[in-house]
């Protein structure tokens, strides 16, 4: 372009602003190019003709496009015409095979396979966990690569790094998040095969860490009357009474909502669990009553179990396992202890049968032809045993510790 044709100057276009016209407004620069001023912002347009027909281009909005941006824009558009190219039908296809490119490598195929599956299947806080694990050791070195040109030493040399920091586990997490991507992409017709299984049993064995928890009766006699005397807040203390009696994950307890609960059919219906499906919850009258005191102090927020410091969010984390650690229970019992705890005592001493039990730990329970039962299976058999396992930890408390299994007292 010649000097002639370049008419505005940065300090023109940076006063040139909707409110100085009060109107939209066009300031042209030359050779096609000009300023678009409307209420919404400014945004630099290049008018020209190309098959007979006047065509516009847009070449970004000031102030993150600067006038000598637009002009280099508008000089390579021109530069597109001389060789008969139209620059809009240019740019849309580069675009598409931008999508193309990004669709075939890691990063685009482990995106995509978040958003419309991973995130579906596991809880609110796993999600965006795995998210992070991708995002700090696969994309580094895997992220632009074409899926079909990733083998099993790329992918080792990760996993290796990761456990020459002496985090085996975390190792392990990724080949799997790295595996079900893969999986993906095979069943979406962009990889052949799944590279990760060629890595079976190559690291060493995870370090298995099982969250601390009390199994037998006068253990577990001697924690709940440990937390009867805890002193902390009155949501954490509520929350912590009923821990024991649900033993759902700390997750789904702290995410619970006033609008879940059905007072009239005693049950508590989660939105989604681990596993990403819904769970009926039948909640004993022990259950209730707890809750009846929480709806006394946070019955007109969002949350049954509120966080302290407010702005709308439910109760932290690590409230329920601060709470046991001031009782001296560090090590003894954990805030995922008590799903061990009653799993342990209602298969061996009361007698519930595993599926009906697994199911009320939202669990993923199939039948014998592998189709996962819906969220309201055994309910009936659910509410009698959530009942029996709370009266037996009631019973655990009175003098005595008449620990006689409840399943069993009633056949006799």
Same mark, same amino acid.
């Given at each position: 372009? #010649? ?17 100085? *016209? ?25 008018? *020209? ?52 490119? #990004? ?40 992220? @632009?690569?074409? +899926? ?67 199994? #037998? ?12 005397? *805890? ?17 759902? @994950? ?98 061996? @001493? ?15 329970? @199939? ?9 309201? #299976? ?6 009698? +045993? ?27």
């Amino acid at each position: 372009m #010649t000097r002639a044709a370049n008419k505005l100057t940065e300090t023109a276009v940076k006063h040139a602003t909707f409110s100085k *016209y009060g109107k939209r407004t066009k300031l042209a620069d030359g050779a096609g190019l000009y300023l678009d001023i409307q209420k919404a912002g400014r945004y630099w347009r290049l008018k *020209y003709r190309y098959g007979g027909k006047e065509k516009l281009l847009a070449l970004g909005v000031y102030p993150d496009v600067s006038l000598k941006e637009a002009r280099a824009k508008r000089d390579e558009a021109k530069r597109l015409l001389a060789d008969n190219i139209d620059p809009v039908t240019h740019r849309q296809r580069e675009k598409a095979e931008r999508v193309e490119a #990004t669709a075939t490598t890691f990063k685009g195929i482990a995106l995509e396979w978040l958003e419309h599956v991973h995130k579906k299947n596991v809880g609110a806080t796993t999600y965006p966990k795995n998210k992070r694990r991708l995002e700090m050791y696969a994309y580094p070195k895997l992220g @632009r690569r074409p +899926m079909a040109e990733i083998e099993p030493p790329d992918v080792l040399a990760i996993l290796r790094e990761i456990e020459g920091k002496g985090h085996v586990d975390n190792a392990h997490r990724l080949k799997t998040l790295i595996g079900q991507v893969f999986r993906y992409a095979v069943s979406t017709g962009r990889a052949t095969r799944d590279v990760t299984a060629d890595l079976r049993g190559i690291l060493p064995a995870p370090n298995v860490k099982h969250h601390a928890a009390v199994t #037998t009766p006068d253990e577990i006699a001697d924690m709940l009357k440990k937390i009867d005397t *805890y002193w902390g807040s009155p949501t954490v203390c509520l929350a912590l009474k009923l821990s024991p009696y649900l033993f759902l @994950r700390p997750g789904n307890l702290r995410h619970m909502r006033w609008e879940e609960i059905d007072w009239d059919a005693a049950t508590w219906t989660t939105d989604t669990t681990k596993n990403g499906e819904p769970l009926v919850v039948p909640l004993a009258r022990q259950a209730i009553d707890l809750l009846k005191e929480l709806q006394e102090l946070n019955g007109n927020r969002e949350w049954v179990f509120p966080s302290g410091a407010g702005k709308g969010r439910p109760m932290s984390e690590n409230a329920i396992t601060g709470a046991l650690n001031r009782l001296e229970l560090q090590g003894i019992m954990s805030a995922h202890g008590f799903r061990a705890m009653a799993k342990t005592v209602l298969t061996e @001493r009361l007698g519930f049968r595993t599926e009906i039990i697994e199911m009320q730990m939202a669990h993923r329970v @199939r039948d014998v032809h592998g189709r996962a039962y819906n969220r309201t #299976t055994w309910l009936p058999e659910r509410q009698a +045993m959530m009942q029996q396992w709370a009266d037996y930890l009631d019973n655990l408390k009175k003098p005595g510790n008449n620990v006689t299994p409840i399943h069993q007292a009633a056949s006799e």
